[in-house]
């Protein structure tokens, strides 16, 4: 089954204490990306990977770090996590060409006290 | 950038239609979704449609597209319980992979 595949689903946890967010997809895609979403803003984009070694800022990226080393994954990592990042995040993938729709993971909800 | 807007809410009666507003502004803008999302759950693509389309329809749900006023709408005909969700209209740019979202519209069906 083609699937976008986020651990945790769920994480409280404390200021500072650094964290990851794995994200895993099966469809072999070259993009990949993750969005914050809140309440009032729709999803906003934090990084994206166009291929394995490459990867760029999106709108929101302060505070965040990512890494493609394999073309399946894609880890959000939070070095210093700060309340301000507590949110729910999804990943998403898809083929290279925009008009490939974007397949997202089910989400991850961070709450950093 | 891009900016996309959608109104927060929407109710209707169930059997009734629905219909979700977006306006994006970046008028080179070349696909344009609308995805789902249910309480709990990730996001999933309902439809989609080329900038070079007026109208997609499938099943219950109709796409109109204008691109004059970059107006994009989501008509849901005979709505049931089950498309209670939060609607997000997307936009992608000529060129780039990124999608500018919309900030999602509640859709309450009322029994």
């Known amino acids: 089954e083609a699937q976008v595949t986020q651990n945790p689903r769920y994480l409280i946890t404390v200021t500072g204490k650094k964290l990851t967010v794995t994200c895993s997809q099966n469809?072999?895609?070259?993009?990949m990306s993750w969005y914050r979403q809140d309440p009032g803003l729709g999803l906003r984009q934090i990084y994206y990977?166009?291929?394995?070694?490459?990867?760029d800022k999106g709108d929101v990226p302060e505070g965040y770090k990512v890494s493609r080393k394999e073309k399946r994954n894609f880890p959000l990592i939070l070095e210093s996590p700060s309340p301000n990042q507590t949110s729910l995040y999804f990943c998403a993938s898809s083929n290279r060409r925009g008009y490939q729709p974007q397949h997202f993971g089910d989400g991850t909800r961070l709450s950093i006290l | 950038g891009e900016d996309v807007e959608q109104s927060l809410f929407l109710s209707v009666r169930e059997g009734d239609s629905s219909v979700i507003n977006c306006t994006y502004t970046d008028s080179s803008s070349t696909y344009l979704y609308w995805y789902k999302q249910e309480p709990g759950a990730g996001l999933q693509l309902l439809t989609y449609?080329?900038?070079?389309?007026d109208m997609k329809q499938d099943q219950r749900l109709t796409v109109l597209l204008n691109k004059k006023d970059k107006h994009l709408s989501l008509r849901i005909a005979d709505t049931q319980t089950g498309d209670s969700a939060i609607y997000f209209c997307?936009?992608?740019?000529?060129?780039?992979?990124?999608?500018?979202f919309g900030t999602g519209t509640r859709l309450t069906v009322i029994p």
């Open positions: 449609i080329f900038s070079n389309m």
């Open positions: 469809m072999n895609h070259e993009y």
């Open positions: 990977s166009m291929n394995v070694e490459v990867t």
């Open positions: 997307a936009v992608l740019q000529t060129g780039a992979n990124n999608l500018f």
